[in-house]
């Protein structure tokens, strides 16, 4: 549904979309998302996505998930989504605490990016 209201707005403003999507980056949703389809598996995906911090680090080790215990090793599971024509200026992994403590189960994920806006002639 998130796709398809993309796909078929009324502008060509730029898109992020952001989350926690409890999927791996293997995952079918995920795959769904990127436009990487397995064949008798879903429709064509009407607006592929990318994973900004892929863009930039395509084979990094990249957990999100720690279990408030800073585990590195988790799956990546969090999302800045983006069409591809945004420029991703930066991204990572963002693994600080404070006290020895961690703010949440997941590490955040960031990424600076220049949106793409269409030219306008009005």
Do not use: W
């Not at 990546?76 to 403590?101: A, C, G």
């Not at 997941?106 to 009005?122: D, I, M």
Request: hydrophobic residues 35%; charged residues 25%; neutral net charge.
């Amino acid at each position: 549904m998130l796709l398809n209201s993309i796909a078929n707005r009324q502008h060509d403003d730029p898109v992020v979309i952001t989350g926690d999507f409890n999927s791996t980056e293997h995952s079918t949703v995920i795959r769904y998302l990127k436009g990487i389809m397995i064949p008798g598996e879903f429709d064509s995906c009407p607006c592929p996505m990318v994973d900004s911090y892929r863009m930039l680090h395509p084979r990094k080790l990249a957990g999100t998930y720690n279990l408030f215990m800073g585990y590195r090793f988790g799956p990546k599971i969090d999302f800045i989504f983006i069409e591809p024509r945004t420029k991703v200026l930066d991204s990572e992994i963002r693994y600080d605490r404070i006290n020895r403590r961690y703010p949440s189960d997941h590490f955040p994920v960031t990424a600076s990016l220049q949106l793409q806006y269409p030219l306008r002639t009005e």
